[in-house]
């Protein structure tokens, strides 16, 4: 096992706590995973709740995504899989199922463009309220793997983004850090919200 492994397994812990403390993990929704010392990878056991993690929640998957024991890993690995090997920086994901996320269940459009929010400035790389913060929402599917061809087809072909929406599902962030990617869920959760409330959900 990884030096690390109870440290980071501690912090995915933590994370699902103040997620579940902002109403964004309800039920036993949402998955997480961060990067081990030796390329391997920390992830939720499926169906667990996310509020009452402990580390014995937190399993190690081979970097090919393959489990190291019987659990069976979250449904949605797959997703963390494509995360890792496009962006070799990304060392945690978070995958809430958070309410604004939720509501673009009722959206036709394809991406949110956040502007002008100081809160931007909670994301890697953002020093200025002035800025655009595109988030493309992509349609759900319950066939993980093709939701991630599509999800990497979109980063192929486009400018690089900080996080995505499932439609009526959820969104997915990622980070250098635990830290990071946990600033990054709340932020743009408070964003979403703040943005649908202006502009009404169905613009
Ligand atoms: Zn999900």
């Known amino acids: 096992m990884s ?15 103040a997620l579940h403390e902002l109403g964004m993990v309800p ?28 580390t014995d929640d937190i399993m190690i998957l ?3 995504g393959s489990a190291m024991d019987q ?4 449904a949605e690995t797959g997703l963390h899989l494509q995360l890792y090997k496009r962006f070799p920086s990304v060392r945690a994901i978070l995958h809430p199922h958070s309410r604004a996320a939720t509501q673009t269940a009722a959206m036709t459009k394809d ?3 956040l502007q002008n929010y100081e809160l ?14 595109l988030v ?8 993980i793997n093709r939701l991630a061809g599509v999800v990497e087809s979109y980063m192929q072909a486009n400018e690089p983004i900080q996080a995505y929406i499932i439609r009526g599902h959820g969104f997915y962030c990622w980070a250098e850090s635990v830290e990071a990617v946990l600033r990054h869920c709340e ?12 502009t009404g959900l169905t613009r």
């Open 3 to 17: 030096d690390n492994f109870h440290t980071v397994a501690t912090q995915l812990v933590e994370a699902g706590r």
């Open 27 to 54: 039920a036993t929704s949402g998955n997480f995973s961060a990067l081990l010392d030796n390329g391997h990878i920390a992830i939720t056991v499926s169906g667990r709740h996310k509020g009452k993690l402990t």
């Open 62 to 64: 081979n970097p090919d």
């Open 71 to 74: 659990r069976k890993p979250s």
């Open 111 to 113: 991406k949110i463009v």
């Open 120 to 133: 931007l400035k909670a994301f890697g790389g953002i020093n200025t309220h002035k800025t655009k913060m």
């Open 136 to 143: 493309p929402i992509f349609d759900n599917d319950q066939d």
């Open 187 to 198: 932020a743009l959760e408070f964003l979403l919200q703040c943005e649908f409330q202006t």
